[in-house]
Each structure stands twice: as structure tokens, then as C-alpha cells.
């Protein structure tokens, strides 16, 4: 059974400070997404990663994805207040996703 | 283009109650995957559907049950209400092939059950 681990799960930033989250999955994956949500909001996509050595980029949010480490990162540079929400990496196996806990992002002034 | 629809937006019930929760998918999506999502986790697979019928379906009970109708929408039917039925559902649609292939899925705005 494919099992996904972030961490951290928890992340106070300071604003202009630089930070990753990191994703595990542990099985062999077609594919690996990241998504942001809001408190009491839906999943937004904000990026989905094909194949190894992936990198995608928008805004200070950059996206890696090493498919023989089995890991994602999710960078952010220097974040702003913008940026606070609870981020999700999910990976994508047959029909199903199944989703890491989550990472509560806060940024502070 | 509107995106996934879901109604209702909220909703109370009591234990041993049933509920049934609606989703249209996006215009053209074939596919529709239903996910609780409890507070502070993250989003459970329960089903997918595609073509009307089940594809895939996690690790929930009997007492969860769907169904994808001619026009793509379905319906998520929960019996027997437990308290720990709370939880934000999510209906997610995407435009798909018969075989899994890039296959980007696209969540609705969610309905938040809430089980007394």
C-alpha cells in the first residue's frame, strides 16, 4: 500500500526567509501533485510532476521531484504572508491519490 | 468554463441518519473520485467512478456507498451516521481514457458534514 510522509507538518516562516517541505512516498509512482488549501477551502493544484528530475516553477514555489529517492520537495522563497495555508503532496497510483498529512505553513511578519 | 460543482454546501445531521451528496464534475470529465477529509489530515480515497461505473474504491465501509449517473454526475450516499462521518467530502473530476494515463484531477469546493 503506497504511503505518503511530509514533513515537516508544521512550518513558521519568517517573511523573506527561504524554507522546503519535503515528501516521501514509498512506492514506485506514476506521478506526484502538490496542493495548497485554505482554511475551510478546497484543494488548489499547484503543480504536477511527470518524471524524474521534474522541476516546476511559479512564483516563489518551486517543485522537484527525484523518482529513485522517491521524493518531492516543495521550496518557497522568500515567503511572504501570502503564502500561509496548509500545503499537500499527493501520489498518484492506478486510480486513486492518496495524500501526505499535510504541512501548515504560517508566515510571520 | 465551471468548474466541480458539489451540493450541499453544508450539512447537519444525527447519528444513524443517511446523507447523500452530490457532485457535477467539470464539462467533458468522464471521471469522478469522491475523498473525506477529516480535520487536520489529509484528504482519503473512497471511490472513483468512470464511465459510470466503480473503479476503484479505498478503505472505507459498506455503509459508504456511489454511483455516477448518463451526464458524469454522482452521488455519494452515507448510511447509518457515525460521529466520526464529520468531515469535509471532496468530489474531484478529471478528463480521462480507459487506461490511467496523465490524469489531473480537479477538486470541488467540498461539502462539510457534520454528524451529532
Known amino acids: 500500500e503506497l504511503k505518503v510522509e511530509q514533513n515537516p507538518l508544521f512550518l513558521s516562516m519568517q517573511e523573506g526567509k527561504n524554507y522546503t517541505i519535503y515528501c516521501n512516498y514509498s512506492t514506485t509512482s506514476d506521478r506526484l501533485y502538490w496542493y495548497r488549501q485554505d482554511p475551510g477551502k478546497s484543494l488548489e493544484s499547484l503543480f504536477v510532476?511527470?518524471?524524474?528530475?521534474a522541476v516546476k516553477q511559479e512564483g516563489r514555489l518551486m517543485a522537484s521531484l527525484d523518482t529513485k529517492a522517491r521524493l518531492s520537495t516543495l521550496h518557497i522563497t522568500a515567503a511572504v504572508h501570502d503564502l500561509s495555508a496548509t500545503y499537500f503532496c499527493?501520489?498518484?497510483?492506478?486510480?486513486?491519490?492518496?495524500f501526505g498529512k499535510g504541512t501548515l505553513l504560517t508566515v510571520n511578519p | 468554463d465551471a468548474g466541480v460543482t458539489q451540493s450541499p454546501t453544508h450539512l447537519i445531521k444525527t447519528r444513524g441518519q443517511h446523507v447523500t451528496l452530490r457532485c457535477s464534475p467539470i464539462?467533458?470529465?468522464?471521471?469522478v473520485s469522491w475523498y473525506q477529509q477529516v480535520l487536520g489530515q489529509g484528504p482519503q480515497f473512497i471511490f472513483q467512478y468512470y464511465e459510470k461505473e466503480e473503479r476503484g474504491r479505498g478503505n472505507f465501509p459498506d455503509r459508504f456507498s456511489a454511483r455516477q449517473f448518463p451526464n458524469y454526475s454522482s452521488e455519494l450516499n452515507v448510511n447509518a451516521l457515525l460521529l466520526g462521518d464529520s468531515a469535509l467530502y471532496l468530489c474531484a473530476s478529471s478528463w480521462d481514457r480507459e487506461s490511467w494515463s496523465y490524469n489531473e484531477q480537479f477538486f470541488g469546493p467540498g461539502t462539510r458534514l457534520t454528524v451529532l
Open positions: 464539462s467533458g470529465h468522464k471521471s
Open positions: 510532476l511527470l518524471s524524474n528530475g
Open positions: 499527493a501520489s498518484g497510483s492506478n486510480y486513486k491519490l492518496t
